[in-house]
Antibody, heavy 120, light 106 residues
């Protein structure tokens, strides 16, 4: 059964860089037909799609975050990562990674999510 | 961006009730519409994909319909485990966007 697990610091200072890794187990990140995505949810609010990567390195970002976000993939470790720079309190959220089916673009499964707080 | 609007934002219902949640897209998205269930402290789970296809393992009491701009999620007979927040998501174009959620309460 495919599982995704986020890891990274739970606290980041304002204007610094948020870094998270998603480890994929029970399947290969180079499986054809699937993209690998990041999604966030501020406390008490709705879901925001951050961006996506394919194992061949194809990347797409949410235009609203594009200037601050980098997503990368490490196929040898079966992981993909998120970096977001110049964070503010508005970036405080639960960050989740998810697998996305490439034709109808649904997200399944999701990682359990990790809360990242931005505070000095 | 395609805006997704869910209604209602919250809904009080009882076990055994039939409930319908609606989701409207700001432009046509064909059948590129997915529904997720989220329980407190948990990640969302895919329940319906491509507007009307039931994800494996999801109870048959759940159904989805619609195309274009208007979609519905129906639960035919509410069970205690169905009380959660439901989100729609358009998967027609990037950036993928979600509705604001419908909290289904007892």
């Amino acid at each position: 059964q495919l599982q995704l697990q986020e890891s990274g610091p739970g606290l980041v200072k304002p204007l610094e860089t948020l870094s998270l890794t998603c480890s994929v187990s029970g399947g290969s990140i180079i499986s054809s037909g699937y993209y690998w995505d990041w999604i966030r949810q501020p406390p008490g609010k709705g879901l925001q799609w951050i961006g996506t990567i394919y194992h061949d390195g194809s990347i797409y970002y949410n235009p609203s975050l594009k200037s601050r976000v980098i997503i990368s993939v490490d196929t040898s470790r079966n992981q993909f990562s998120l970096k977001m720079n110049s964070v503010t309190a508005a970036d405080t959220a639960v960050y989740s990674c998810a697998r996305r089916e490439r034709y109808y673009n649904w997200f399944d499964p999701w990682g359990q999510g990790t809360l990242v707080s931005v505070s000095s | 961006d395609i805006q997704m609007t869910q209604s209602p934002s919250s809904l009080s219902a009882s076990v055994g009730d039939r409930v319908t949640i609606t989701c409207r897209a700001s432009q046509s998205i064909s059948s590129y519409l997915n529904w997720y269930q989220q329980k407190p402290g948990k990640a969302p789970e895919l329940f319906i994909y491509a507007a009307s296809s039931l994800q494996s393992g999801v109870p048959s009491g759940f159904s989805g319909s619609g195309s274009g701009t208007d979609f519905t999620l129906t639960i035919s007979s509410l069970q205690p485990e169905d009380f959660a927040t439901y989100y729609c998501q358009q998967s027609y174009s990037i950036p993928y966007t979600f509705g604001q959620g419908t909290k289904l309460e007892i």
